[in-house]
């Protein structure tokens, strides 16, 4: 089956899975029978994408008439023959036991036609073995969502043993047309990728606290505010749910052995229904305590608790490469969209060093002698080797980056595209050293004449700083100066380098990301773009050039009221402020802004340059800003883009400016 072979699809189940996987396909355009046992739970998961879908539209994420066809695209079932007997794939998303699974595959086979495609959104069970409950097990996969579906990228798209490799394209292909990245799980692996580097977490963390190495306290601290992980391996189980963990576990045990025996720890909160935020008490208490309340206090940051998790991931990840179930980049790239991290296990070890970790690994072992401390022969191999990435690229003149994109989408534009969009494209220290790379490339390259700068995703350009940037490293005051100087420098970059620069804004741009948009030449926004200095509303000040920057853009009094208010201001009234230069609607902004960017290039480089230059000293100082001008002015007159430029005007031609 190819991708254009796709036109209905079966999802069975209509729970939280099942109805936001009928939504997603719904909203890519295909025609969705979504089923469940009986009518009360198929109307109820209606009902949620229904009100689902208002909400996209309602935050213009959607017109309406783009979320009323998507909810006509779907109709509720609960007799299988009419919801699969003409389905091209089926996606299963019904309760995780295998004899209900059973049921429902010996019931899906008597009525599916041959050619469909069954793939299974387990998170939990073996590929393999579901399978074999059909007669197709080469056309039947995994195809694993994250929850909610709506808004998280991943897919997990799994091998069974039997699985055709025509089967996973069909599928991967089919997961990128709904809007997704698939990243395939070679090997039927428990835990397939994210949850076996997620969960060992989550139990390593616990058995630090029973060996007493450590306490809850100092495991969070460190796990959040040291290594930089989005939550505390203790807060992270208590989101997920300590007795989803607990069983994702109890199964790895079964079938990977003893390094994966679940601690005391974890096994008592499950025994006493303590689940985490679900159940109102975990190892937190969400009821008559604070939550996760994590501390930020450096004194509780504890070196060996690094090492000893960092270790036990990096040896996750040296089974899966190892054995050769995911690359490092494909590892990295799903926890990074399944677990929100800022960036994946393979990297934070390469960045530690895997050696250390190695020989961590080891001293643990044996110290305690415990089977979860026993490495992977892959991983001494990894720690021989210098790291899971091959630094060798870096050499040749290509560079890598993880929190931006640099690109190059048409003639003589480049685009520095923000990325990271599960975090509103928040600017992190790394982010800002990447950026600094990035400008260092656009400014050597004789080829690019504008550059466009935009924020991946839908939702923001950038919700300004990386929270975790301002509090990591016990929110150091000198730290945080530096951090300060380093995005004004970097940022004002952009108003130094001799070319254009156009930022292209949809969806949020506050705090540190309006500072860093007021550095642009040019600002376009959608329609739908909101605007702000909200670091009052965390008692902070701009700290990335917004007390200067801002004012000489909309005037004094602009600038303290945004800033004072710390209110949300529309493109519309931004552009009247005199921020915005043009506001365009969502669907024309991606046209719109490679025009505008195109339209700089195909300017005169030269002029452009000085004019720039003038501008900006002129700024600081008028006197000086007519001096360069004059300079400039001297410079150019007698270029061969101006004898271009005026030989253009004569022969009624567009002129084609070279720089010279
Ligand atoms: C020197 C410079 C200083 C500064 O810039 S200070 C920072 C100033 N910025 C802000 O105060 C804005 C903070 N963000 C927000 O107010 C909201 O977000 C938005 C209005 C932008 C969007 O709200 P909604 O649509 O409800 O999304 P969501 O659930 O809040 O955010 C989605 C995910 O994005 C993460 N995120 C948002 N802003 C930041 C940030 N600034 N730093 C780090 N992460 C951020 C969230 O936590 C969450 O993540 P999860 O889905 O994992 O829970």
Redesign the pocket.
């Known amino acids: 089956m190819e991708l254009e072979d796709i036109n209905t699809v079966a999802v069975l189940g209509a729970g939280n899975m099942g109805h936001g996987i009928a939504e997603v396909v719904a909203m890519a355009g295909y025609d969705v029978n979504m089923r469940d046992i009986n009518e009360e739970f198929v109307q109820n998961g209606y009902e949620q994408i229904e009100w689902s879908l208002d909400k996209l539209a309602e ?1 213009d994420q959607l017109t309406q008439e783009q979320a009323d066809a998507a909810l006509e695209r779907i109709t509720p079932l609960v007799d299988m023959a009419e919801a699969c007997g003409d389905a091209d794939v089926v996606i299963e998303a019904v309760p995780e036991q295998m004899e209900i699974k059973q049921d429902v595959y010996t019931e899906l086979e008597a009525v599916a036609p041959d050619r469909a495609v069954f793939a299974t959104n387990t998170s939990s069970l073996s590929i393999t073995d579901l399978s074999e409950f059909t007669d197709r097990a080469e056309s039947f996969c995994g195809m694993h969502f994250f929850n909610p579906p709506i ?1 998280m990228d991943l897919v997990e798209v799994i091998s069974g043993a039997h699985t055709e490799d025509a089967t996973l394209d069909v599928i991967e292909a089919f997961a990128e047309d709904v809007g997704k990245t698939p990243v395939r799980v070679r090997k039927d692996v428990p835990g397939f990728i994210v949850n076996r580097i997620l969960v060992p977490l989550m139990n390593e963390a616990a058995w630090l606290v029973e060996d007493d190495v450590a306490t809850i306290e100092e495991v969070d601290a460190t796990t959040k505010f040291d290594i930089g992980l ?2 505390g391996s203790f807060e992270l189980a208590d989101y997920v749910g300590i007795d989803v963990g607990y069983h994702v576990l109890d199964y790895m045990h079964e079938v990977a052995g003893d390094r994966y025996e679940p601690c005391p720890l974890m096994e008592t909160k499950v025994d006493n229904e303590e689940f985490g935020q679900k159940s109102g008490k975990g190892f937190y208490d969400y009821e008559d305590g604070d939550g996760a309340d994590v501390s930020m206090d450096d004194d509780l940051f504890s070196e060996t608790v690094k090492e000893r998790l960092l270790a036990v991931l990096a040896n996750e990840v040296a089974y899966l490469v190892g054995d050769d179930v995911a690359s490092p980049e494909e590892i990295d790239t799903a926890v990074k969209l399944g677990g ?1 991290w800022p960036k994946g296990p393979a990297k934070f070890a390469d960045e530690y060093g895997v050696a250390d970790l190695a020989d961590a690994l080891e001293d643990a072992y044996e110290e305690t002698d415990h089977p979860r401390y026993e490495p992977f022969d892959h991983l001494a191999t990894v720690a021989d080797e210098g790291g899971f990435y091959d630094d060798a690229g870096e050499d040749d003149g290509t560079v890598e980056f993880d929190t931006i994109e640099l690109t190059y989408p048409g003639d003589k534009v480049a685009q520095i595209e923000l990325n ?1 969009p ?3 494209n ?3 220290l790394e982010l800002i050293e990447e950026l600094d790379a990035a400008i260092d490339l656009v400014d050597d390259d004789d080829d690019v004449r504008a550059l466009l700068l935009t924020g991946a995703g839908s ?2 350009f ?9 509090a990591g490293g016990g929110a150091d005051p000198f730290d945080a100066v530096e ?2 100087k380093y ?1 004004q420098e970097t940022f004002g970059r952009l108003e130094e380098i001799e070319l254009p620069v156009v930022a292209a804004i949809d ?2 741009c ?6 860093l948009a007021t550095c642009a030449d040019i600002r376009i926004a959608t329609s739908r773009s ?1 605007f ?4 009052f ?2 008692g ?5 050039g ?1 007390t200067q920057r801002l004012q000489r853009i909309v005037g004094m009094g602009r600038a303290k009221e945004i800033i004072f208010t710390a209110d ?1 201001f529309p493109a519309e009234e931004m552009a009247a402020f005199g921020f915005i230069n043009e506001v365009v609607e969502p669907d024309e902004f991606e046209t719109a802004a490679q025009d505008y960017a195109a339209k700089l290039a195909g300017g005169p480089p030269l002029a452009m340059r000085f004019t720039k230059r003038a501008m900006q000293k002129g700024w600081d100082n008028h006197e000086a800003g007519l001096e360069v001008e004059s300079m400039g002015f001297g410079h150019v007159v007698n270029s061969e883009d101006v004898h271009e430029g005026i030989n253009a005007f004569f022969g009624d031609d567009e002129p084609e400016f070279e720089g010279k």
């Open positions: 935050n808004r989005p939550m929100r990271r599960q975090q509103m928040s600017i992190s939702k923001a950038s919700a300004g700083a990386d929270f975790m940037s301002i951090l300060s995005g969806g949020y506050l705090g540190g990301g309006m500072e909101e702000g200095q909200p670091e509303n965390l902070l000040l701009p700290g990335w917004g949300r």
